[in-house]
């Protein structure tokens, strides 16, 4: 399913690193962001991040980040794949995870 999109305008330098590549940080996020959204519409209910796994392929370089989400295992185990892909650079995919989730506190 796909999911968030960084756009552009989200890759100001200041959320850039010295080779103008995403902070690690804000790609964490987008991963994060990507799961949740999947879970949430799939739960209906809030949820939160409980487990990341997170392997960079390549860097997002060039062009909007996209996410994409697929459900993985049994739907008790929680768990989400999370693909970003950098469109600039013809879908070249740039970071793998493996989410698990949790209902949200609250």
């Known amino acids: 399913?796909?999911?968030p999109r960084l756009s552009g305008d989200a890759r100001r330098p200041a959320l850039?690193?010295?080779?103008?590549?995403?902070?690690?940080a804000l790609?964490?996020?987008?991963v994060e962001c990507a799961a949740?959204?999947?879970a949430e519409s799939a739960a209906a209910s809030a949820q939160a991040?409980?487990?990341r796994d997170l392997r960079s392929l390549?860097?997002?370089?060039?062009g909007s980040v996209e996410s994409q989400t697929a459900r993985v295992g049994q739907p008790r185990d929680r768990a989400l794949r999370v693909l970003l892909h950098d469109r600039g650079r013809a879908d070249r995919?740039?970071?793998t995870a493996l989410v698990r989730v949790a209902d949200a506190p609250g």
């Open 27 to 30: 790609v964490a996020l987008a």
């Open 93 to 95: 995919a740039t970071t």
């Open 49 to 51: 991040v409980c487990e």
């Open 58 to 62: 390549a860097a997002a370089a060039e």
């Open 1 to 3: 399913m796909p999911g």
């Open 36 to 38: 949740l959204t999947g």
């Open 16 to 24: 850039l690193n010295p080779e103008g590549r995403l902070q690690g």
